[in-house]
Protein backbone atom coordinates (compact mmCIF):
# COMPACT_ATOMS: atom_id res chain seq x y z
CA UNK A 1 0.00 0.00 0.00
CA UNK A 2 1.19 3.21 -0.98
CA UNK A 3 -0.03 7.04 -0.04
CA UNK A 4 0.78 10.61 -1.06
CA UNK A 5 -0.36 13.91 -0.74
CA UNK A 6 -1.78 16.19 -3.81
CA UNK A 7 -0.19 19.42 -3.22
CA UNK A 8 -2.44 21.09 -5.30
CA UNK A 9 -5.27 20.53 -2.78
CA UNK A 10 -4.42 21.83 0.60
CA UNK A 11 -7.96 22.89 1.57
CA UNK A 12 -10.10 19.45 1.76
CA UNK A 13 -13.17 18.86 2.04
CA UNK A 14 -15.90 16.04 2.47
CA UNK A 15 -16.42 16.64 -1.31
CA UNK A 16 -12.57 15.93 -1.71
CA UNK A 17 -12.61 12.04 -0.36
CA UNK A 18 -14.19 10.83 -4.19
CA UNK A 19 -11.77 7.84 -5.71
CA UNK A 20 -10.04 8.47 -8.68
CA UNK A 21 -8.40 6.71 -11.33
CA UNK A 22 -4.20 7.41 -11.43
CA UNK A 23 -2.61 6.98 -14.69
CA UNK A 24 1.04 4.76 -14.51
CA UNK A 25 1.90 3.79 -17.62
CA UNK A 26 1.55 5.78 -20.78
CA UNK A 27 0.63 4.02 -23.89
CA UNK A 28 0.16 4.31 -27.94
CA UNK A 29 -2.20 3.51 -30.45
CA UNK A 30 -2.66 4.62 -33.92
CA UNK A 31 -5.30 4.95 -36.81
CA UNK A 32 -5.54 5.31 -40.18
CA UNK A 33 -8.51 7.08 -41.83
CA UNK A 34 -8.91 8.17 -45.25
CA UNK A 35 -5.18 7.68 -45.48
CA UNK A 36 -4.90 10.38 -42.59
CA UNK A 37 -2.61 8.88 -40.44
CA UNK A 38 -3.31 9.20 -36.80
CA UNK A 39 -1.12 8.51 -33.78
CA UNK A 40 -2.17 9.01 -29.91
CA UNK A 41 0.58 9.18 -27.26
CA UNK A 42 -0.37 9.20 -23.95
CA UNK A 43 1.65 9.77 -20.53
CA UNK A 44 1.26 10.53 -16.92
CA UNK A 45 2.05 13.93 -15.35
CA UNK A 46 2.07 15.59 -12.25
CA UNK A 47 1.87 19.55 -13.28
CA UNK A 48 1.21 21.56 -15.99
CA UNK A 49 4.65 22.04 -16.87
CA UNK A 50 5.42 18.05 -17.14
CA UNK A 51 2.45 18.25 -19.40
CA UNK A 52 3.75 20.94 -21.54
CA UNK A 53 7.56 19.30 -22.01
CA UNK A 54 5.76 16.14 -22.96
CA UNK A 55 3.71 17.69 -25.97
CA UNK A 56 6.89 19.83 -26.97
CA UNK A 57 8.42 16.44 -26.65
CA UNK A 58 6.29 14.89 -29.15
CA UNK A 59 5.97 18.22 -31.32
CA UNK A 60 9.63 17.64 -32.18
CA UNK A 61 9.58 13.95 -32.63
CA UNK A 62 7.05 13.93 -34.97
CA UNK A 63 7.80 17.60 -36.45
CA UNK A 64 6.79 16.03 -39.99
CA UNK A 65 3.19 15.62 -39.07
CA UNK A 66 0.14 18.23 -40.17
CA UNK A 67 -1.31 18.04 -36.52
CA UNK A 68 -0.12 17.14 -32.97
CA UNK A 69 -3.00 17.89 -30.75
CA UNK A 70 -3.30 18.29 -27.67
CA UNK A 71 -4.74 17.74 -23.91
CA UNK A 72 -4.04 17.11 -20.52
CA UNK A 73 -6.39 16.61 -17.22
CA UNK A 74 -4.10 17.41 -13.81
CA UNK A 75 -5.44 17.07 -10.30
CA UNK A 76 -7.78 14.75 -8.43
CA UNK A 77 -10.68 16.69 -9.57
CA UNK A 78 -9.76 17.37 -12.60
CA UNK A 79 -8.66 20.91 -11.37
CA UNK A 80 -6.74 21.83 -14.37
CA UNK A 81 -7.76 21.00 -18.11
CA UNK A 82 -6.19 22.49 -21.11
CA UNK A 83 -6.79 21.09 -24.65
CA UNK A 84 -5.14 22.57 -28.53
CA UNK A 85 -6.47 21.90 -31.76
CA UNK A 86 -3.12 22.42 -33.41
CA UNK A 87 -4.73 23.86 -37.04
CA UNK A 88 -7.51 21.61 -37.00
CA UNK A 89 -10.75 23.53 -37.57
CA UNK A 90 -12.36 24.41 -33.61
CA UNK A 91 -13.50 21.79 -31.40
CA UNK A 92 -13.08 19.09 -33.83
CA UNK A 93 -9.71 17.83 -32.13
CA UNK A 94 -8.13 19.11 -28.55
CA UNK A 95 -11.85 19.22 -26.76
CA UNK A 96 -13.26 16.60 -28.08
CA UNK A 97 -9.60 14.56 -27.08
CA UNK A 98 -10.18 16.41 -23.32
CA UNK A 99 -13.75 15.33 -23.27
CA UNK A 100 -12.32 11.11 -23.41
CA UNK A 101 -9.90 12.19 -20.98
CA UNK A 102 -12.35 13.16 -18.46
CA UNK A 103 -14.84 10.60 -19.68
CA UNK A 104 -12.49 7.89 -18.38
CA UNK A 105 -12.32 8.99 -15.05
CA UNK A 106 -8.30 9.01 -15.33
CA UNK A 107 -6.20 12.11 -13.92
CA UNK A 108 -2.87 13.29 -14.05
CA UNK A 109 -2.62 12.58 -17.81
CA UNK A 110 -1.92 14.12 -21.05
CA UNK A 111 -2.40 13.10 -24.41
CA UNK A 112 -0.98 14.24 -27.92
CA UNK A 113 -2.70 12.88 -31.17
CA UNK A 114 -0.49 13.34 -33.66
CA UNK A 115 -1.97 13.22 -37.59
CA UNK A 116 -0.15 12.49 -40.69
CA UNK A 117 -2.32 14.10 -43.39
CA UNK A 118 -3.62 11.59 -45.84
CA UNK A 119 -4.67 14.41 -49.11
CA UNK A 120 -8.85 13.42 -48.27
CA UNK A 121 -10.75 16.32 -45.73
CA UNK A 122 -12.69 13.94 -42.88
CA UNK A 123 -14.81 16.60 -42.53
CA UNK A 124 -16.27 18.10 -38.73
CA UNK A 125 -17.42 14.27 -37.91
CA UNK A 126 -15.25 12.83 -39.54
CA UNK A 127 -11.98 14.35 -36.88
CA UNK A 128 -14.06 14.45 -34.41
CA UNK A 129 -14.29 10.55 -34.23
CA UNK A 130 -10.47 9.94 -35.52
CA UNK A 131 -9.29 11.97 -32.90
CA UNK A 132 -11.62 10.74 -30.07
CA UNK A 133 -11.20 6.89 -31.20
CA UNK A 134 -7.83 6.74 -31.60
CA UNK A 135 -7.26 8.47 -27.89
CA UNK A 136 -9.95 5.76 -26.35
CA UNK A 137 -7.26 2.66 -27.82
CA UNK A 138 -4.49 4.42 -26.17
CA UNK A 139 -5.96 5.11 -22.89
CA UNK A 140 -7.24 1.20 -22.56
CA UNK A 141 -3.76 0.21 -23.21
CA UNK A 142 -2.44 2.19 -20.44
CA UNK A 143 -2.17 0.71 -16.60
CA UNK A 144 -3.49 2.66 -14.04
CA UNK A 145 -4.53 2.62 -10.03
CA UNK A 146 -7.34 3.68 -8.21
CA UNK A 147 -6.71 6.19 -6.00
CA UNK A 148 -7.95 6.10 -2.26
CA UNK A 149 -8.98 8.89 0.36
CA UNK A 150 -7.68 7.57 3.62
CA UNK A 151 -6.40 8.80 7.20
CA UNK A 152 -2.71 7.50 8.41
CA UNK A 153 -3.10 6.58 11.44
CA UNK A 154 -0.79 5.26 14.55
CA UNK A 155 -2.64 2.49 16.99
CA UNK A 156 -0.99 2.12 20.60
CA UNK A 157 -1.60 -0.75 22.84
CA UNK A 158 -0.08 -3.05 25.09
CA UNK A 159 0.42 -6.33 24.08
CA UNK A 160 -3.13 -8.14 25.96
CA UNK A 161 -5.03 -5.96 23.16
CA UNK A 162 -2.93 -6.27 20.11
CA UNK A 163 -4.44 -9.61 19.37
CA UNK A 164 -8.48 -7.97 19.27
CA UNK A 165 -7.05 -4.92 17.31
CA UNK A 166 -5.42 -7.07 14.82
CA UNK A 167 -8.61 -9.02 14.47
CA UNK A 168 -10.89 -5.74 13.51
CA UNK A 169 -8.22 -4.26 11.27
CA UNK A 170 -8.24 -7.56 9.37
CA UNK A 171 -11.83 -7.34 9.42
CA UNK A 172 -12.02 -4.25 7.65
CA UNK A 173 -9.17 -5.66 4.83
CA UNK A 174 -7.01 -2.68 6.99
CA UNK A 175 -3.55 -3.29 6.55
CA UNK A 176 -0.84 -2.59 8.92
CA UNK A 177 1.83 -0.72 7.49
CA UNK A 178 4.53 -0.97 10.05
CA UNK A 179 4.51 -1.97 14.33
CA UNK A 180 6.95 -1.53 16.53
CA UNK A 181 7.43 -3.88 19.11
CA UNK A 182 8.55 -2.06 23.29
CA UNK A 183 6.68 -1.64 26.14
CA UNK A 184 3.62 -1.10 24.12
CA UNK A 185 3.12 -2.29 20.75
CA UNK A 186 2.54 0.58 18.27
CA UNK A 187 1.31 0.00 14.35
CA UNK A 188 0.76 2.18 11.62
CA UNK A 189 -2.34 1.98 9.43
CA UNK A 190 -4.07 3.53 6.30
CA UNK A 191 -7.91 3.30 6.68
CA UNK A 192 -10.48 4.72 3.93
CA UNK A 193 -11.68 7.73 4.97
CA UNK A 194 -14.98 5.88 5.13
CA UNK A 195 -14.07 3.74 8.04
CA UNK A 196 -12.49 6.51 10.01
CA UNK A 197 -15.38 7.23 12.66
CA UNK A 198 -16.11 3.59 12.73
CA UNK A 199 -12.71 2.00 13.39
CA UNK A 200 -11.67 4.19 16.74
CA UNK A 201 -15.20 3.74 17.89
CA UNK A 202 -14.85 -0.15 17.39
CA UNK A 203 -11.13 -0.06 18.70
CA UNK A 204 -12.19 2.09 21.78
CA UNK A 205 -15.08 -0.90 22.69
CA UNK A 206 -12.79 -3.55 22.16
CA UNK A 207 -10.20 -2.01 24.44
CA UNK A 208 -12.19 -0.61 26.84
CA UNK A 209 -10.96 2.87 25.88
CA UNK A 210 -7.50 1.50 26.69
CA UNK A 211 -5.99 2.03 22.87
CA UNK A 212 -4.43 5.37 21.76
CA UNK A 213 -5.17 6.66 18.01
CA UNK A 214 -3.39 9.29 16.66
CA UNK A 215 -4.05 10.51 13.26
CA UNK A 216 -1.10 11.44 11.42
CA UNK A 217 -2.16 12.70 8.18
CA UNK A 218 -5.16 12.56 5.67
CA UNK A 219 -3.69 11.37 2.12
CA UNK A 220 -4.35 9.59 -1.01
CA UNK A 221 -3.25 6.16 -0.90
CA UNK A 222 -3.93 2.40 -3.19
CA UNK A 223 -3.43 -1.04 -2.30
Known amino acids: ?50 AIVFIEKMKKKYYDARHNCSAFVIGSKAQLTRSSDDGEPSGTAGRPMLEVLLGSGIRNVAAVVTRYFGGTLLGTGGLVRAYSGVLKEALQKCETVRQHFGVKLKIRTDYNMLGKIQYILASKKIEIEDSVYMADVEMTVIAPIEEYDRLCKEIAEATSACAKIEELERLYYFA
Do not use: H, N
Open 1 to 50: MIGWRLDMEKDMTEQSYDDFVLLTKGAEAELVEKKSRFIATVCPVESEEE
